[in-house]
C-alpha cells in the first residue's frame, strides 16, 4: 500500500532539505513534486491543492540551523495532507446504525458502483463485521442481472451466517430490496444491506434502476464502492454515479493492491463525500474505517 507514493515523499523532503526555500528553486521542486503526484493517481486538482498549499507553508519558514529540515517538511506535509483527507468531512456507518436502533428502525444501506468495484464483497465484510458487534443483519439480493450474483451473495450469507431476501434473476430490484426493509423492520433487524448490479456509467436504463432502488427503499446511506486500482477514472464514475442518486460516502476497495495510493488520496477531495472504509484484503475481516490521520502518518512514512 503506498509504496510509490510514500517513495515520492521521501524524496520531497530530501530536495526541499537540500534546496534554498524560495523562488525559483522551490517552484521548480514543487513543479516535479506534483507531476510525481499525478503520476501515481493522484487527481490533478487535489495535486494543485496539495502544491499549492506547501508553497504557502513553506515560503517563509526560515530552518534554524539546528532544526532538521527534514522532520519540518514532513510536519508541514502531513498538515496538508489532513486538511485534503478530511475536507469531505467523515461518515460512520456504524454511528449511524447505532442511532437507528436507538430509534427502533433498521438502517437501511445501498451499495452502487460499476462491474466489479467489490460491492458483494464489501457488503459480506461489513455484514461480519456488524454480526461480530451485536447486531443482526439481512442482505437483500437486488443484483437480479448478472447470473450468478444471487447464488455468490447466498454463498457469502451462509458462511458469515445471515439472511439474504431474494427473488427471482429477472427481478425488479427495488422490489427485492422494499420486501428486504419490510423484513426488517418486522424482525427488528439493525442493517439491511443492499446489494445493486454493477453498472456502466453510459448505461442509462441501469442507472434508471439505480434512481429507482433509491427511491423505494430511502436508503439512509447510499454508498459508492470503488476500485483502489482503477485510479483516476474512479472520480469520473463517481461523478456520474452520484448525477443520478446522491451518494453519501464511499467505500475504496482493493487497498492492498494498489501500489501507487492516489486514489486513496484525491477522492473524497474530488467528490466532495467521505471514504468511510477501505478493503484491505479478501478475507471478511479485510473492511477497516478510513482514518485520515493513520493513512497519513503511513503516507509519510
Ligand atoms: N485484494 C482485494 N480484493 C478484493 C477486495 N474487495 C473485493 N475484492 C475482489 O474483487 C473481486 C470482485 O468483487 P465483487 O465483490 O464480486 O465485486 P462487485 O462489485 O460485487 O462485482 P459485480 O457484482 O460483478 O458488479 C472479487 O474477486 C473480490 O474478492 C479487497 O479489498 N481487496
Ligand atoms: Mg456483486
Same mark, same amino acid.
Given at each position: 500500500m503506498f509504496d510509490r507514493l510514500r517513495a515520492q515523499f521521501s524524496n520531497l523532503y530530501d530536495r526541499v532539505a537540500r534546496t534554498e526555500l524560495k523562488g525559483k528553486d522551490l517552484d521548480n521542486v514543487l513543479d516535479e513534486f506534483q507531476l510525481s503526484l499525478i503520476e501515481?493517481?493522484?487527481?490533478?486538482?487535489?495535486?494543485?491543492?496539495?502544491?499549492?498549499?506547501?508553497r504557502e507553508k513553506l515560503k517563509d519558514v526560515q530552518f534554524a540551523r539546528f532544526?532538521?529540515? &527534514?522532520?519540518? %517538511?514532513k510536519v508541514i506535509l502531513q498538515e496538508v495532507l489532513l486538511s485534503l483527507l478530511q475536507r469531505a468531512g467523515q461518515l460512520d456507518i456504524f454511528a449511524l446504525i447505532e442511532k437507528k436502533k436507538s430509534i427502533g428502525e433498521p438502517a437501511v444501506l445501498v451499495f452502487i458502483g460499476i462491474n466489479g468495484t467489490g460491492k458483494t464483497t464489501s457488503i459480506a465484510k461489513l455484514a461480519h463485521i456488524l454480526q461480530k458487534k451485536g447486531r443482526t443483519v439481512i442482505l437483500a439480493a437486488s443484483d437480479t442481472y448478472r447470473s450468478g450474483s444471487i447464488e455468490q451473495l447466498e454463498e457469502h450469507a451462509r458462511r458469515i451466517g445471515v439472511r439474504v431476501i431474494k427473488h427471482q434473476y429477472g427481478a425488479d430490484p427495488a422490489a427485492v430490496a422494499f420486501d428486504a426493509v419490510n423484513y426488517a423492520k418486522a424482525h427488528r433487524i439493525n442493517a439491511v444491506l443492499v446489494d445493486t448490479a454493477?453498472?456502466?456509467q453510459n448505461n442509462?436504463?441501469?442507472?434508471?434502476?439505480? &434512481?429507482?432502488? %433509491?427511491?423505494?427503499?430511502?436508503?439512509?446511506?447510499?454508498?459508492?464502492?470503488?476500485?483502489?486500482?482503477?485510479?483516476?477514472?474512479?472520480v469520473e464514475q463517481g461523478k456520474v454515479f452520484s448525477e443520478a442518486v446522491k451518494i453519501d460516502g464511499i467505500i475504496l476497495a482493493k487497498l492492498d493492491a494498489d501500489v501507487k495510493g492516489g486514489s486513496a488520496i484525491s477522492l473524497s477531495y474530488i467528490m466532495g463525500k467521505p471514504v468511510t472504509m477501505v478493503g484491505t484484503g479478501q478475507k471478511y475481516d479485510d473492511l477497516e474505517p478510513f482514518q485520515a490521520e493513520a493513512i497519513v502518518r503511513n503516507l509519510i512514512g
Open positions: 501515481n493517481d493522484v487527481a490533478v486538482s487535489a495535486a494543485d491543492f496539495i502544491s499549492n498549499e506547501l532544526t532538521d529540515p &527534514r522532520t519540518r %517538511v454493477g453498472r456502466m442509462k436504463n441501469l442507472l434508471e434502476e439505480m &434512481r429507482k432502488i %433509491v427511491r423505494v427503499t430511502n436508503p439512509d446511506l447510499t454508498i459508492l464502492v470503488v476500485d483502489a486500482l482503477t485510479g483516476n477514472d474512479a
